[in-house]
């Protein structure tokens, strides 16, 4: 029998409507009849994980995956380089710096629980802002070092969660993004209230400018960022698709003047001024898959822009950079068609395409680097190459390689192939399948998937989807609404009052699986983590004959609160709100937690948190844990049920990680997943 659950007899009526919450007090992790629960759910998932015949061996294969180890494309500041590198072996990511006579040195080498969250040299390569955090919890450290010396000049300075850092041309000042002071906020809102202040290096952050930001909504999110003497702020209501932005000479004395971009309009825009003086914008303003336009930074009103170039009807913007041609400048534009990365070339007068840059393959190009020259630095990786970074040199048309990955992971052969499928509506939707080279079917199948936020599925190098592969399995990535492989529209049809769509897309891949005879539902597990967590737990509660087993990692799973905790305020622009009527009946339509029912013959089911996730709390798991546990007590009690287990992990969080801990998480969920689809 599973341990028990502290629980009460609670129901709410919320707009009218009775809402049980019977596993309430496991919101509380402080409550001692919390930690006993959950060191009886720790015993549990140990004894299970004992039995897991395959966990070792996931365990080593993913090592050996893993130890190909990143690099990252050098940003390049005055004579300086820098970059971020993981070595074979290495837990964290170092960042390193290129002296101007070309010897490496590392600056930053996290250990332990620590992490690099962010870095910004200065525009001559002379200083370093970065942000240090630990335990997991993302809650940043800002300080400033000498790069020549290696001594800390500045800081720490705290309530800095992953700002951006926008040096001013002096090279001894910079905007950034602080919040306020927890004395100075409502109890509860200590992670919201940003501001974002001018900071002297050297200077007591207390004394810093306030430069925007006053007034302004608590969930709001700002983005700072300084290029050729023009600073640009962007404004967005927590994780909203759409922004508003200004713009102010940066070289004129202080208190500069603020221009406005755009304001109050549903669109998000970006805005970079170049070397030529002019301001390049990137828009989904009239255009959801995006588009360029040019403008004076002077004027940079709408009515102002002109169209360099157009919405392509197929392809997502992502980027772009300017190159120095032997003929004139060269515009490099970075599109995703169906999430796979395309580079052409283009005339910035005329934006007519005069070429494109070469990639290793159909994958992802990302990280476009420049300091201007003909020279362009990108990070490319596919589902079988490890990230490297490439050189392209618009002066011969070539790419090469600049730096390789670091170790060697020998991944295993895999048949990838793009399949479209229809959704419960008839739209189209596309799934990224991988396999063994000859393996026939049915075989025990892993599906998964995010669907939000705009982030898209892309092309990748993933030891965990090699490994299952090897292992005989069949590994399947859903690209569903909700995400940004084809566009804002694409987003929006899985947002909001649309989340069901979201729901059906994946339900539809995982149909379409089984009717091509790639698997059937005694062999289909799922996983998906945040976003993708809540993906899984709607999954199967909706159908849950469909799946043999779900894991849910770091997961929003009880929509009805989801707001009052970890950043949940922020995301009531993806989801809605449960404060507003027509909102709440979207959230309580399909909320996992509320729509589980006893006497179901739920998949089996393992939950992963981290202690220290700061953004999704991990009482969603929690309660859902309970929830389907009390639901499977009698069939248990039978012989009957799969099982549903919890996963903690201490001094981790939503994050990054060291690499032991990545390998550890990913072998159990795939030794999980194994025994529950009969993979041998």
């Known amino acids: 029998m599973y341990p028990p659950a502290p629980r009460l007899d609670l129901v ?62 050098p940003s390049w500041h005055g004579e300086r380089g820098f970059f971020v590198r993981r070595a074979a072996g290495q837990e964290h990511l170092a960042l390193y710096t290129v002296d101007p006579d070309g010897t490496e040195r590392v600056l930053l080498e996290p250990e332990g629980t620590t992490v690099l969250d962010a870095w910004q040299p200065s525009p001559d390569g002379g200083l370093l802002a970065y942000q240090l955090s630990s335990g997991g919890r993302e809650e940043s450290l800002l300080s400033v070092m000498d790069v020549v010396t290696g001594e800390v000049v500045d800081g720490p300075i705290d309530r800095c969660r992953s700002t951006l850092i926008a040096w001013l041309p002096d090279g001894a000042s910079f905007l950034y993004v602080r919040r306020l002071p927890p004395e100075r906020v409502p109890p509860g809102e200590e992670r919201y209230h940003r501001r974002v202040h001018l900071h002297r290096v050297g200077t007591d952050p ?41 713009i102010a000479d940066v070289s004129a004395p202080w208190p500069w003047e603020f221009r406005v971009v755009q304001e109050g309009v549903d669109a998000h825009t970006a805005l970079r001024v170049g070397r030529d003086g002019r301001a390049y914008i990137m828009t989904d303003r009239d255009a959801p898959r995006g588009r360029v336009a040019v403008a004076d930074p002077a004027d940079p009103r709408h009515e102002s822009w002109r169209e360099l170039i157009p919405e392509d009807p ?27 990365t395309e580079l052409t070339l283009h005339d910035p007068r005329t934006g007519a395409r005069t070429g494109s840059v070469p990639t290793p393959g159909a994958g992802t190009a990302a990280a476009l680097s420049t300091p201007g020259g003909p020279e362009l630095w990108f990070a490319y990786t596919d589902t079988t190459s490890p990230v490297s970074v490439q050189r392209y040199d618009v002066r011969t048309g070539e790419t090469t390689l600049w730096a390789a ?11 990838s192939r793009m399949v479209e499928y229809r959704s419960k509506d008839g739209t189209p939707v596309r799934m990224l399948v991988m396999s063994a080279p000859g393996v026939p079917g049915p075989r025990p199948c892993l599906l998964t998937g995010y669907g939000g936020f705009g ?40 947002m909001r009052g649309a989340k069901q769509n979201v729901f059906d897309d994946f339900h539809a891949a995982a149909e379409t699986l089984i009717a091509d005879g790639l698997t059937s539902p005694d062999r289909l597990a799922i996983m998906g983590g945040s976003n993708g967590g809540l993906l899984v737990g709607a999954a199967l509660t909706q159908r849950p004959e469909l799946y043999a087993a779900a894991v849910s990692s770091a997961p929003l799973l009880d929509m009805v609160r989801y707001e009052r905790s970890g950043l949940g305020a922020a995301w009531s622009v993806e989801y809605g709100s449960a404060a507003d009527p027509e909102q709440f009946a ?60 919890l996963r903690t992990e201490t001094d981790v969080g939503h994050g990054a990680r060291a690499l032991t801990s990545t390998i550890a998480l990913e072998a159990d969920v795939l030794a999980f997943c194994a025994a529950h689809t009969g993979l041998r």
């Open 405 to 415: 990955p670091p170790g060697s992971a020998e991944p295993p052969r895999v048949e």
């Open 12 to 73: 709410e009526h919320l707009h009218g409507v009775p809402v049980a919450d019977p596993f309430r007090p496991l919101e509380d992790p402080d409550d001692p009849a919390t930690k006993q629960w959950l060191v009886a759910q720790d015993d549990l998932f140990l004894e299970h994980a004992r039995d897991l015949s395959h966990r070792e061996r996931f365990r080593e294969r993913l090592a050996r995956l893993h130890s190909a180890g990143f690099a990252g494309p």
């Open 455 to 494: 982030i898209s599925m892309a092309p990748a190098f993933s030891p965990q989807a090699l490994a299952w592969v090897e292992a005989g399995g069949v590994y399947a990535v859903a690209q569903l609404r909700g995400g940004g492989e084809e566009g804002e529209q694409w987003h929006r049809a899985g």
């Open 586 to 645: 979207w959230l309580y339509g399909y909320s996992p937690y509320h729509h589980v029912r006893p006497g179901v013959d739920y998949p089996a089911v393992l939950f992963t948190i981290a202690e220290g996730d700061t953004r999704v709390d991990p009482f969603h798991a929690r309660k859902m844990c309970a929830a389907l546990q009390a639901a499977a007590q009698e069939r248990v009690a039978r012989g009957h049920a799969a099982p549903v287990l």
């Open 206 to 246: 207390d004394d810093d400018v306030l430069v925007f930001g006053e007034g302004r909504d608590k969930a709001t999110h700002y983005r700072v960022n300084a290029a050729n003497g023009w600073l640009t702020i962007s404004a967005s209501l927590g994780t909203s698709p759409r922004n508003d932005l200004w």
């Open 314 to 340: 197929e392809a997502v913007l992502s980027d772009f950079a300017l190159l120095d041609g032997p003929d004139g400048p060269v515009l490099v534009l970075s599109r995703t068609r169906h999430a796979v």
